[in-house]
């Protein structure tokens, strides 16, 4: 997905907006699987692994 090494932790907006991104990724990805057209299946399991660790992400700020 992305990484932090520049050690700054992303706002909760900057996440929500990156999980928006991922959502529209994961429909996109989900059309072309249903016609036929996704060339590597392994790019659904890696947007769908990259939601969840975006929720995580937020759900963790959020408990602070």
Same mark, same amino acid.
């Not at 996440?15 to 072309?32: G, S, W, Y």
């Not at 249903?34 to 692994?49: E, F, G, Y």
């Not at 929720?55 to 602070?64: A, F, L, V």
């Given at each position: ?7 700054? !932790? ?7 907006? =990156? %999980?928006?991104?991922? #959502?529209? @990724? ?7 699987? !249903? ?7 392994? =790019? %659904?399991?890696?947007? #769908?692994? @990259? ?14």
């Amino acid at each position: 997905v992305w990484s932090f090494h520049s050690g700054v !932790a992303p706002s909760v907006a900057e996440l929500n907006t =990156k %999980l928006d991104a991922l #959502k529209k @990724d994961l429909f996109m990805l989900r059309m072309q699987h !249903a016609t036929n057209q996704l060339d590597n299946p392994q =790019k %659904l399991v890696q947007t #769908k692994r @990259d939601i969840a660790r975006v929720k995580t992400m937020i759900r963790e700020k959020e408990e602070k």
